[in-house]
């Protein structure tokens, strides 16, 4: 019934890439980060994944995370030299943007309902894990317009739940021939979400709130995107778009690579004993990026068992794999986990374009459907294959502080509002299946970007009316954890942008940022 390919890529051989709703439009690694998203809507996917084996984890575990970056990232973009790839790792991952020497250490917290290797994916400069790809995608842009030769500026639009906005904005600030613009839900991200976007610096970016919710900016932004007059528009100015969110294969790309750097350090720490020992990964989505990247790692021979997908009260992905019927048709829930907050999972037309073995026809007649209707059903053989490789639950705010409370109360261990959804679903997944294998829990925010919700759950002084900075000092004053630099320097920043625009006038907001009304 799994029908998962393992294509082994011959050296010398180009990696194409193909869209996911048509067989005949095929690109370069490239063209396909130049270009961000196919001409049709469809997302762009390497025809073939490189294998790797336990020698290859071996000979990795003693390496740094920017030799593992290089080995990985080196197999998916071959115009790209070996020394053009180290460069721009290295650049990325420099010890001022992420320090301890490890950007994605793992920290192990055991306590009396499930023992957690905790992946802490938010020590770079916006405490987020976007930051792991955001900070690399911006090298990977620049080189991959040389190669192209393309000599346009590239426009980079960004649909954000909170976290990739500020990581896009921080890792684009000043770089050189790119001008972006990012949306974000008024009422949809964090206090200290919109204060991190909001004081952004930088003369080549901007910030926009829209009216409406996270689908709304991303359905505003796909729009723009496949707008002809706007297209040609920005052909006549010597521009061309492009995007930062995982809709971009470049995006995703660098996210691949933390998964075996875990299983690495898993490896090394003797966690991982005998060869093909395999690991559970736990991971809190809503538009399916970050637990795509653990997929793509598992078809690329990672030795993983299952892969647990974690959704709060927009538990739309879990319904899905559960039961193969996609149904964005519901009430939105605005959350305290906001960056879950999703109805429209972008990514996941990259996983129903594999398990179905490239079949863009089916493909696109399912993209029709949600578009058309707000719902599509997969077949019983694809969703079959899809169980065979992930499970998935959610939960609720007050679980999610319930979660967040124990978990501190017991371990010392202070997660934010995301990591503490993921560690509610593998406890469930851990009393249903009784599975035991060593698990990765992906922790993907600091607690102290979302310091209300944490603070109100473990804190019996609580005060909602103090304000977000004093509420920073209160958690760390009680929980004795380090304020992280980044959002202690917020409090002195200015705010720049204010602007509020309507799903139907985000278009006038790009054209005025780019001076062509």
């Known amino acids: 019934m799994n029908r998962i390919r393992k294509i082994q890529i011959t050296e010398g051989i180009t990696l194409n890439y193909k869209c996911t709703r048509n067989q005949n439009s095929q690109v370069t690694a490239a063209q396909a980060i130049v270009q961000g998203i196919a001409k049709d809507g469809g997302l762009f996917v390497p025809e073939t994944l490189p294998q790797y084996t336990h020698k290859d984890f071996v000979e990795m575990q003693n390496g740094t995370y920017i030799d593992r970056a290089v080995k990985v990232l080196s197999d998916f973009l071959p115009e790209f030299t070996k020394e053009e790839i180290k460069e721009c790792v290295s650049a990325a991952y420099a010890e001022e943007k992420f320090s301890g020497g490890n950007p994605a250490p793992i920290s192990v917290v055991h ?44 426009v980079i639009l960004v649909a954000t739940s909170g976290d990739t906005g500020k990581a896009a904005l921080e890792g684009f600030k000043d770089v050189d021939r790119t001008k972006m613009l990012v949306f974000y839900p008024e009422n949809g991200v964090s206090p200290m979400q919109k204060r991190q976007m909001n004081t952004q610096e930088g003369n080549n970016v901007s910030v926009c709130a829209i009216e409406g919710n996270f689908d709304d900016a ?55 004993k005998e060869e093909g020992d395999k690991i559970n990964v736990v991971v809190p989505t809503g538009n399916f990026g970050n637990i795509l990247a653990a997929y793509y790692a598992k078809k690329m021979g990672l030795p993983i068992h299952k892969l647990i997908c974690a959704s709060n009260s927009n538990n739309v992905l879990t319904e899905f794999l559960k039961t193969g019927v996609y149904n964005r048709n519901r009430e939105f829930h605005a959350t305290i986990s906001p960056s879950m907050d999703i109805l429209i999972s972008s990514n996941l037309e990259r996983l129903l374009f594999d398990v179905t073995g490239h079949d863009t026809e089916k493909v696109a007649g399912w993209m029709k459907e949600l578009s058309e209707t707000g719902r599509y059903q997969v077949d019983a053989e694809t969703l079959a294959a899809i169980q065979e490789v992930f499970a998935a639950d959610y939960c609720d705010d007050k679980t999610t502080e319930e979660t967040i409370a124990e978990v501190y109360e017991s371990t010392h261990y202070l997660c934010d509002t995301h990591t503490a959804v993921a560690v509610n679903a593998y406890e469930q997944y851990l009393k249903e299946t009784k599975d035991d294998t060593p698990t990765v829990v992906v922790s993907t925010a600091s607690p102290y970007k979302f310091t209300d919700s944490v603070l109100k759950a473990v804190s019996k002084q609580y005060d909602s009316d103090m304000d977000e900075f004093a509420k920073v000092q209160q958690l760390s004053k009680e929980t004795g954890t380090e304020i992280p630099a980044p959002i202690a320097a917020l409090e002195s920043k200015t705010v720049r942008f204010q602007n509020v625009c309507t799903p139907q006038t985000m278009s006038d907001e790009l054209l005025k940022l780019l001076n062509l009304q």
């Open 218 to 272: 991303q359905t505003g932004v796909k729009k723009i995107f496949v707008n002809e007059e706007i297209c040609k528009k920005l052909e006549e100015n010597g521009m061309t778009f492009s995007s930062a969110n995982s809709i971009n294969w470049g995006r995703l790309l660098p996210q691949i690579v933390y998964y075996f750097s875990a299983y690495c350090d898993l490896l090394k720490a003797g966690t991982i």
């Open 111 to 154: 306590s009396d309902k499930a023992d957690m290797n905790i992946l802490e994916l938010w020590h770079g400069p916006t405490c987020a894990f976007k930051d792991m790809a955001l900070q690399l995608l911006p090298h990977l842009l620049t080189h991959s317009l040389k190669i192209t030769k393309c000599d346009k500026t590239a």
